[in-house]
């Protein structure tokens, strides 16, 4: 089974500041995926990062990039120089290769930026 | 990058009437389209798995009676939620994975806001 952990219900930030995003992970699968996703409050899911388990560098994509511990099951998220429009709900996810490639979601975190 | 949409964006309906919501990949084939629910101020929760041309696969603990879904092409999966009651006031949101794309990339559409009075 997979298990996707976020313990931040909320978070804040200073504006133009760094911040990270907790995220662990527990699964039996050799082979897995994890990815980020912003949801405004528009509700749509925006596609962050994604770090393949195999892959031994981390993640960077603009001003995100993805802290992969491998040992100790983390993929926490760190967002550089926080804009306003950052202020958002960030859900970390798992694709499986043995659960049929479905996304298991965290329970998210809210991120507030604060000008 | 893949477009996914669904239709209606939001709805509003009477106890016990039923609901369809339409999710399409409007610029690729999806053999696979998932649908999610997600209540105010939680995660998404992974409903069911529909298979174009084949039964949905259900996720433990949601009724397939009542959350009937039908991937009759490969562009469109709908969902439709019998006899609504106010319980199953949600946002429902679809995802489809463009097959030549691999398995990591999976497109959401907007949601779909279902509030049952």
């Known amino acids: 089974a997979q298990k996707i952990t976020q313990t931040q219900p909320g978070m804040f930030v200073q504006e133009k500041e760094a911040v990270t995003l907790d995220c662990t992970y527990d699964?039996?699968?050799?082979?897995?995926?994890l990815f980020w996703y912003k949801q405004p409050s528009s509700g749509e899911m925006i596609f962050l990062i994604y770090q393949g388990s195999y892959d031994e560098q981390n993640a960077t994509e603009g001003r995100y990039s993805l802290n992969f511990q491998k040992a100790r099951k983390s993929a926490n998220l760190v967002i550089s120089a926080s804009q306003l429009g950052d202020s958002a709900m960030y859900f970390c996810a798992m694709r499986g290769t043995n659960t049929g490639n479905q996304f298991y979601f965290g329970t998210g975190t809210s991120l507030t930026v604060i000008p | 990058g893949a477009v996914v949409s669904q239709h209606p964006s939001w709805v509003i309906c009477k106890s016990g009437t039923s609901v369809k919501i339409e999710c399409r990949s409007l610029?690729?084939?999806?053999?696979?389209m998932f649908w999610y629910r997600q209540f105010p101020k939680q995660s998404l929760m992974l409903m069911a798995t529909s298979n174009e041309g084949s039964k949905a696969t259900y996720e433990q603990g949601v009724e397939k009676d009542k959350f009937l879904i039908n991937h009759a092409s490969l562009t469109l999966s709908t969902l439709t939620v019998t006899s609504a009651h106010p319980e199953d006031s949600s946002f429902y949101i679809c995802?489809?994975?463009?097959?030549?794309?691999?398995?990591?990339?999976?497109?959401f559409g907007p949601g779909t806001r279902l509030t049952v009075l």
């Open positions: 610029d690729f084939q999806a053999t696979t």
């Open positions: 995802s489809a994975r463009p097959p030549q794309r691999g398995y990591n990339e999976q497109f």
């Open positions: 699964t039996s699968d050799q082979s897995y995926g």
